[in-house]
């Protein structure tokens, strides 16, 4: 028997937060018990394997930096909890695989390994401690960003090449912003950024722009036949573009202190309906409309038939989903 706790966790990127833990005896475990018992693991710098369950005979996990062996397991932990809360109470779906079973996360993997990844063997999320030790992947946007891989596989399955890999690509990204605003985190604002606090560039820069996909040197603003040749992460940025300006429309905008401005490529403007719609929209596509070999037409499709169920084909909003997709340079 396992009683459920609420820990304290001391995160790098996120301030002190509430974990759920678990108690057995004396000792506690990061055991998520109200989330499909979701566990945290310690690699301790090894590369395979489960390593060991985080445990320890206080409730209180990490001191807020990274020389603490716990403290990219508190930024992991809580990572996961609003991942799943987010599916849960926004988007209606218990777990990855909608069984309501918790997957479990392993830090501190490998020397200086600078990612961090999802695996569908394991059902798990495993992420390195960054450069020089000091900068573990373990941010909200990132966590979530890996963990909805593994929801993106249990349910329209895009194979990770070609259009459906930036899809695939984009989806994480777009949810991995989605569960950041949704975490409401003062410390780790939510933005349309990808991998802003973990500066895996050395010089403050984001991994992702969503609003200009472009702004990172390599990502791609609009679609063009050829896009399904260039890495994954690269060609999502027409998805994520497609999603910024279906949330916020094109321009300039401020959002929590985070300067925007979104181009179109046929220089007409997007009128946004709002994140909340747009993420639904989104979800009920990949869910229920995407198949392994959508490309970036069938996304358009698939987003418009989502939007006419939920808002209907008259609505402003099935209208914003055919300008976002021509701002973006796919039509009709
Ligand atoms: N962090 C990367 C990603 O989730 C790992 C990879 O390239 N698959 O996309
Ligand atoms: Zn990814
Ligand atoms: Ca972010």
Redesign the pocket.
């Known amino acids: 028997y396992q009683a459920i706790h609420n820990g304290t966790g001391n995160t790098l990127y996120s301030g002190t937060v509430t974990l759920g833990t678990a108690q057995s005896g004396s000792s506690y475990t990061l055991t998520d018990t109200t989330r499909g018992n979701h566990r945290t693991y310690n690699l301790n710098r090894g590369t395979s394997g489960t390593g060991t369950l985080f445990s320890g005979p206080d409730d209180t996990w990490g001191n807020g930096s990274a020389s603490n062996a716990e403290t990219a397991a508190a930024d992991a932990h809580y990572g996961a909890a609003l991942t799943w809360d987010y599916y849960k109470n926004v988007q209606g779906r218990s777990g990855i695989r909608g069984d309501g079973v918790g997957a479990y996360s392993r830090v501190h993997y490998g020397n200086n390994y600078v ?4 695996s569908d063997g394991c059902f798990c999320m495993t992420y390195g401690d960054g450069s020089g030790n000091a900068n573990p ?1 373990t941010s909200i946007d ?1 966590a979530a ?2 963990m909805t ?1 593994g929801l993106t596989s249990n349910t329209a399955g895009l194979n ?1 090449s070609g259009e459906s890999g930036g899809l695939n ?1 984009a989806t ?1 990204d777009i949810f991995g912003a989605s569960v950041e605003f949704y975490a409401n985190n003062s410390s780790d604002v939510g933005d349309y950024l990808i991998g802003e606090e973990i500066d895996i560039n050395g010089d403050g820069t984001p991994l992702r722009y969503m609003d200009e996909p472009s702004k990172d040197g390599a990502s791609k603003d609009y679609w063009y036949s050829g896009i399904g040749n260039v890495d ?2 690269y060609s999502s940025g027409p998805a994520n573009h497609f999603f910024y300006l279906l949330s916020e429309g094109s321009g300039t905008k401020t959002i929590n202190g985070v300067s925007y401005d979104s181009p179109t490529s046929d220089g007409l403007p997007v009128t946004g309906i709002g994140r909340a719609k747009a993420e639904k929209i989104w979800f009920r596509a990949l869910t229920t409309k995407f198949t392994s070999t959508t490309n970036y037409a069938g996304a358009r499709t698939g987003t418009l038939a989502a939007a006419g169920e939920l808002y209907g084909t008259d609505s402003a909003e099935y209208t914003a989903v055919q300008h976002a997709w021509a701002g973006i340079n796919v039509g009709a």
């Open positions: 990612n961090a990844f999802w992947l990132v960003h890996e891989h990770y690509e994480s994954v992460h």
